[in-house]
Nanobody, 122 residues
Framework: QVQLVESGGGLVQAGGSLRLSCTAS????????MGWFRQAPGKEREFVSG????????YYADSVKGRFTISRDNAKNTVYLQMNSLKPEDTAVYYC???????????????WGQGTQVTVSS
């Protein structure tokens, strides 16, 4: 049974940092493209960042480039999202996902975590 478990969300002031973790069980993160998505109330789920199966390619949404960094610890079967210089508009539920290819479209991902709330106060 595949499980993706996110952690690390919370409440932070604007300009602060958080690191989200996504620990996988039932799948090996090096066999999948891993993505981070977010969804704010009343808005569609949007792509934030992703890393290819090899780890050699990373994608970022324009809104987070230069502030967020995705990484992977193969030994821990965990993917991270380091979020710096957080803004109130980053407030959302953040989801981890696994798919066969690194894509921006959330429909391309087969497995999803339950999400972790990130709230950035102004």
């Amino acid at each position: 049974q595949v499980q993706l478990v996110e952690s690390g969300g919370g409440l932070v002031q604007a300009g602060g940092s958080l690191r989200l973790s996504c620990t996988a069980s039932g799948l090996t993160v090096t066999w999948y493209a891993m993505g981070w998505f977010r969804q704010a109330p009343g808005k569609e789920r949007e792509f934030v960042s992703g890393i290819s199966r090899t780890g050699g390619t990373t994608y970022y949404a324009d809104s987070v480039k230069g502030r967020f960094t995705i990484s992977r610890d193969n030994a821990k079967n965990t993917v991270y999202l380091q979020m710096n210089s957080l803004k109130p508009e980053d407030t959302a539920v953040y989801y981890c996902a696994a798919g066969s290819r690194l894509q921006y479209n959330y429909q391309a991902y087969n497995y999803w975590g339950q999400g972790t709330q990130v709230t950035v106060s102004s």
